[in-house]
């Protein structure tokens, strides 16, 4: 019933559209990860450079996330978009014509596909404008569901790089980011945000202890997901001694299950509340990170542990978007933009953790065992927070919570 109800409303082809916005952006925005092994042995890189190679597109999301969620408030999702989708195939392009060849250069390149980083704060309002209350989780988590452009990048650039060289993989990813283009300008329609919501009041948001906790909630769980499918092939391929195309496939398999999941995790929020689906998935997630940082002794185990973590995440992520909504409804834009870059800055944190982790000590297992604190932590400010929650804005609220 509450599916059959959910698909009479909103604007399915600007969903469709958001969906497939997000998810070719997510694809370039972690695409020097899937590279890094070709790209290092190309250009001699050092341990460091290729892990700072892979963060920094992580980084520039964050950083860019909010002048670009201030675009979307003066000009709307639909514009803004096309915008940023045209200045990174411009990136892709001139990187792959120009034939980088020099860590500035990549560094450059990286900083650019960080454009690529700030799509949800295009797809989130261009699908939430569209659904009311008791839908935003699902519709959010769809829209959100970005990180399934991240398995393309997992599971296709390592072999199309040792086919055809990793600078042709730039060039290649233009294409399905130039159809995105066309997809967006034929089905996207722009809905209205209502008046009071047009002008992000980011320090008042940023002054209600709320929003500090969603951004914790986010950084650990969206922050986790980009992280693990940033560096993932460098964990895969100099833990366990896999070619970088295996690598690539371990990676694809674990990204899938965070990214397939992400709109189960705004579904089941929507029916069992957010608060309560938090606590079971950073629970799992805490358990999963702590089982991989004991190091697995085999590679299938590692793959099917972080298997786990990912879902979690995945699904976390979503719950967290169904919660923001329901919290700042005047402020729901400056809410998103700033949660949002909290969730790529906790993005190139746990990325770099986990490369100073292996420069530091041979192996990732310090890395994760900090990143299952933070786990932790998160399960523990749920916990913390829940009642007040239930009992403030959660008793005026028209979905669960």
Known sequence: MATSHFLKKGHKPTLLSAF???DMSFMVWVLLGPLAVHIARDLKLSGAQQYTMVAIPLLAGALLRIP???????YGPLRTGLLCQAAVIVALLTASVGQVSS????????????IAGTSMAVALP????????????????????ASSGTVF????????????????????????LFLTLLVYLLLAKERRAPAATQRPAYARVLAEADLWWFMLFYAVTFGGVVALASTLVLYFHEQYRLAPVTAGYFTAVCVLAGAALRPVGGWIADHFGGVKSLHL?????????????????????????????MAALGMGSGAVFQLVPLRFRQEVGAATGLIGAAGAFGGFVLAELLGHSKLATGDFRVGFMVFAGLTVLSLVGIHKVKSRWRTTWGAVATARL
């Open 20 to 22: 497939v916005y997000s």
């Open 68 to 74: 670009v969620g201030a675009l979307v408030d003066r």
């Open 103 to 114: 860590v500035a250069g990549l560094y450059l390149l990286g900083a650019a596909l960080g």
């Open 126 to 145: 261009l699908a939430a404008r569209w659904y009311p209350d008791e839908h935003q989780g699902k519709a959010l988590g769809i829209a959100g569901a």
């Open 153 to 176: 990048a997992a599971l296709f650039a390592p072999g199309l790089a040792e086919a055809y060289g990793w600078r042709n993989v730039l060039a290649l990813a233009v294409i399905p």
């Open 281 to 309: 998935m950073f629970g799992v997630a805490a358990l999963g990170v702590f089982l991989v940082a004991l190091g697995p002794p085999a590679s299938f185990a590692a793959m099917a542990f972080l298997v786990f973590v």
